[in-house]
C-alpha cells in the first residue's frame, strides 16, 4: 500500500497540487491525504486552509483531509519541529494516528528549507519527497543549507510558469530537476473557483489592488505600507482608473481600508474595499480588471502570464533597498517583479506593458543575485556572476546589488577599477580580517 501525503497551507498551492493531480504528475497511490497547515502569525483568528471559499472545489482529489496544527496542538507550524531522538516516536505516533500502518508514504511538500515542512520531512526518513513550488520564490536559491538527509531525497520541482524561459534555481545544488505544471490545467482549476467567495461585489474592469501585509514580515512598518496602498490609488488614479477594488491581505489591520477609502474620496475614485478571503485569480476572472497593481506579490505574475492582464507594481525599488539580510528569501521575487513589470508612474510603460528584460537578461541577472546571496550553496555561479557583474553593473543595475556584499565576496563592482586588485590580494585581506577582529574585541 502507498499513501501520499499533501502538504499545503494556501488554497493557491492547493489549486496547484489539484492541477498537477489533475495531469497525473504524480504516480497512483492507494490514498491521498492533504496535510492542511496554518501559519499565519495567529492560526486561532485566522480561517484555516480548509475553511476558504472554494476549498470544497478542489476536496475530491484526496481521500482525507488532516489539520497539522491540531496533530501538533499547542505549537505552532513554524515554529515547532520534532528533536532528533524523538523523530522514530514521532513517525510510530503519525502512522498510528493517521491510520498509515505500514504503508509506504511519499511526500509532496512547500518550502523544504523550513517548518512545518522540514519536519515533516525529518518525521518521514524514508520517503521521497517531491516540492512544489507555488510562488516566485522557486526561481531564487534555497535559503539555507539543507541536511543531504532530506535534500538527497527530494526527487523533483513542481512549479508553474509564471515567467516562461526562466529556470528555478531552488534545490539545484542536489540536481533536483523542475518540471512545470501545465498552464492549461492549472487555469481549468481556478476555473472550478471563479464562482466561489459568495456575492462578490459588481465592478467592472476596474483597477485591482493587491496588498500583501509586508509589515508583518518586519519589511516594513505598519506606517509605511499604508503609505504604499495610499499610492497605489494614486497612481491608478493618475493613469485614468475611476473605479478601484482593494484586495486586502486576510490579516492586515482594517484601519488600512478605511485609510484608503478617505484618499479615494478626495481625489474622486470610487473604492471598493472586499471583505471576503478569495484568491485574486478569481477576481480576475470575474471583474477582468482593466490594470492589476502591487508590490511584488505573485498575483501579479499570474494576471500577466495566465490570463493576459496589464500590470504595474510599485515600492519595489526601496524595498530591494531595504531588504535585509541580503540573503533575505523575497529578494528574487522583488527582483523579478522590478526587472520585469513597469512602474506604475511611468504611464507610458504602463500602456506599452513591454517586459523589461529578456529572458536571458533575467536568467544572468536572478543567478547572479542568487550567487551573492547563496555563495556557499551555489559556488558553481561564481564564473556566471563575475561575468554579469564585469559586464552588466550599471546605474539601473545597481539597485539589485549592495556593495558590503560584493566586498566581501570579492566580485567585480566591490571597490572602484583603480583598486580591483585589493580584495583578490591574500595579504590585504588577511590584515582586514584582523583588523576587524581586533575592532570586535575592543567593542566587546
Partial sequence: ????????????????LAAALDCDLFRPADRRVLLVSNNAATPETTPPLDGMPGFERLRDRFDDVISWNETISPFHPGGWAPRPDDVPLWERHLRLAWRLGDDDVELAVESIQVNPALGIAQIFMGAPVTVYADGLMSY???RSK????VGTRVDRLLHLDLVPGLRPLLLTEFGVGPEVVPTDAFVKVLGDLADTGGALPAVEAPALLLGQYLSALGILTAEEEEDLHVRMVRGAVLLGHTRLVFKPHPTAP???????????????AELTVLDTPVLAEVLYQRMRPALVVGCFSTALLTASALYGLPVARIGTGPLLDRLTPYENSNRVPVTIVDALLPELTDREAVAAQRPGLSTEDLTELVRTVGYAMQPKIYPGLRPAAERYLTRRL????WRYFKRRRLTSLALPGAVPPQLAFIPRNATVRRVARRARSLKRATLG
Fill in 146 to 149: 539543507i541536511d543531504p538527509l
Fill in 1 to 16: 500500500m502507498t499513501t501520499q501525503i499533501f502538504l499545503a497551507s494556501t488554497l493557491y498551492g492547493t489549486a496547484t
Fill in 254 to 268: 482594517a484601519r488600512w481600508s478605511r485609510t484608503l477609502e478617505k484618499e479615494a474620496e478626495k481625489i474622486g
Fill in 394 to 397: 550599471d546605474d539601473h543595475t
Fill in 140 to 142: 531564487g536559491p534555497t
